[in-house]
């Protein structure tokens, strides 16, 4: 049974998951790189920018899960590129030619426009298609593989809301971005559908963890 | 120097210390019991509610802080009583003939009323002030004690605001109630201030202390 996850998305302590001020010079507004560096101080992140060292800790456990066992990826709009992004023919994402996801990677957009193959195994498909229709087509391109729902905030929620989420690993950064886009609005009583743990890191991180109740 | 104390604040995961529709019925609202649980589990609960047992580890250290050095509490009139409390000549609190504060006890109202002495050292003073006047009488009351902030969120936020906590104890808990009174609204930047821990219990809530840098 392929399972629809969602890996290291890191929240505020008032529950933001990005902040204000979206552009193309500050991908999370005014949060800055804030809510990210439990990530990049990981032995994981170090590797993948070619660098040595890097904690090897319960961060790094926890960020190390974002890989094994994903076959494709569902992201938003937003997290594609910077507000207007669809307006750029040339624009494709912010992670230079060998993107991280190393799978087919579904970007929700009314914009659609061809599909653009990447180096390493990346290829970004273009949908125009509620939750449910995205995660079917992901859930074929992923073969028996998992697919990760890669945020941001607002396609996570309404993933949630759909009741398509069996596994969230969220990161709750000691914070307070004030403003932004939260991510648990108007999901009254969810812990009834969900093992929840939450174990803090020294780093100072909790990371948490809902992991659906098999019925 | 006399500090100001918030000790075993609940808050949801999604950052509200009190749910909707609070009545005489329903303190809490909807919310109900389920932000205080953990509390309830502890020995100094039972032994408070004259009970064997309860648990004696992490959350039991943590609630116990309630107590030891405090001179005098503030708490706002969504806490003293449900609303339209001022209206009964009667009222005198949630707590019955002695109630568990054993100090002076300021009760923030825009209907200040004569003062009313209970059992076990706990007399109940209703000022009409703003944070800064209410806990210059506060500290007048505790002598060289500190002085416990005992919410709601409304007046923890607005002590906070006003750059008048010393130390803040938050437990969250893993349920997400959806809607109720905020905590952390218009915080933007708090950290900066304060040193943040947070650690996870083995029960689920996780306590998150603030204590403020000394610059």
Chains 1, 2 share one sequence.
Request: glycine fraction near 14%; aromatic fraction near 10%; charged fraction near 20%.
């Amino acid at each position: 049974m392929s399972l629809t996850r969602v890996h290291n998305f890191s929240l505020s302590l008032d529950g933001f998951g990005t902040g204000e001020g979206l552009s193309r010079d500050a991908p999370f507004g005014h949060a800055g790189e804030r809510l990210h560096e439990w990530m990049f101080a990981t032995r994981w992140w170090h590797r993948m920018t070619g660098r040595p060292g890097g904690t090897r800790g319960l961060d790094d456990v926890f960020v190390r899960q974002f890989t094994p066992g994903i076959g494709a990826e569902i992201m938003g709009a937003g997290k594609f590129g910077p507000p207007g992004w669809h307006e750029d023919p040339q624009w494709k994402g912010w992670w230079g030619p060998n993107p991280p996801f190393h799978t087919p990677t579904f970007v929700l957009t009314h914009h659609p426009r061809p599909s653009i193959e990447m180096e390493g195994g990346t290829t970004f498909h273009f949908l125009d298609a509620s939750p449910a229709e995205a995660l079917e087509a992901a859930r074929e391109a992923a073969g028996d593989q998992d697919v990760r729902i890669g945020g941001g905030a607002t396609v996570i929620r309404d993933f949630i809301a759909a009741g398509l989420i069996d596994h969230l690993h969220v990161v709750v950064v000691p914070i307070l971005l004030g403003r932004g886009v939260r991510l648990w609005d108007g999901l009254e009583g969810l812990e009834k559908n969900y093992e929840v743990e939450a174990i803090s890191s020294p780093s100072g991180v909790t990371h948490l963890t809902l992991t659906r109740m098999v019925l």
